[in-house]
């Protein structure tokens, strides 16, 4: 199985901040990777595919980029609604998901 | 409205037996390869199985192989999910998910989850 490891785990930041998370996956999967936003009590929403496109009306404030092993996740200026957790994903073989990062807004 | 509704969820022994429902609607489910994904309480995501389009290909985590049984009615638009020897580790929110690029899975909707506890 493929494993993907999440850093930071979680991370606290303020409004306008910009925020990066990273994903590194066990072996290459080039650029399948996807990510999801979960907002508490909610179910997750996909943002970014293929590393880095973005999925259609997700404001673009949200960013993806990587290849092979190491990939970031990057929020351009933090906003009070993007309280969440944010999940990578590689489809490349039997989907696998990082552990998650939880983004707290100071 | 394009919508996934899961159903099914309840308590249940270690041993015991479940069957999880997902009804689709607002898009042509026949077209789409579907999945399941659990979440334990206050862990991370799982998937845990996956169904082709026509029913013809399925696929399992490894700790589920064996015990959960996917499939689905395409004249019904809904999605199972069986699920025998459960385990006090199967508990969890289960999600279905509809898989737009299948294999090169790119979950796009999800349903609200349904909660399965198992315990004695």
């Known amino acids: 199985d493929i494993q993907m490891t999440q850093s930071p785990s979680s991370l606290s930041a303020s409004v306008g901040d910009r925020v990066t998370i990273t994903c590194q996956a066990s072996q290459d999967i080039t650029n399948h990777l996807n990510w999801y936003q979960q907002k508490p009590g909610k179910a997750p929403k996909l943002l970014i595919y293929?590393?880095?496109n973005l999925e259609t009306g997700v404001p673009s404030r949200f960013s993806g980029s990587g290849s092979a092993t190491y990939f970031t996740f990057t929020i351009s200026s933090l906003q009070p609604e993007d309280i969440a957790t944010y999940y990578c994903?590689?489809?490349?073989?039997?989907?696998?998901f990082g552990q998650g990062t939880k983004v707290e807004v100071k | 409205e394009v919508q996934l509704l899961e159903s099914g969820g309840d308590m249940v022994q270690p041993g015991g037996s479940l069957r999880l429902s997902c009804a689709a609607s607002g898009f042509t489910f026949s077209t789409y390869a579907m999945s399941w994904v659990r979440q334990a309480p206050g862990k991370g995501l799982e998937w845990v199985s996956a169904?082709?389009?026509?029913?013809?290909?399925?696929w399992y985590v490894n700790s589920v192989k064996g015990r959960f049984i996917i499939s689905r009615d395409n004249s019904k638009s809904t999605l199972y999910l069986q699920m025998n020897s459960l385990r006090v580790e199967d508990t969890a929110l289960y999600y279905c998910?509809?898989?737009?690029?299948?294999?090169?899975?790119?979950?796009?909707?999800w349903g609200q989850g349904t909660m399965v506890t198992v315990s004695s």
């Open positions: 293929d590393a880095s």
């Open positions: 994903q590689q489809n490349i073989g039997l989907p696998t």
């Open positions: 998910a509809r898989d737009r690029r299948f294999p090169d899975d790119v979950f796009d909707l």
């Open positions: 169904v082709r389009d026509n029913g013809g290909g399925t």
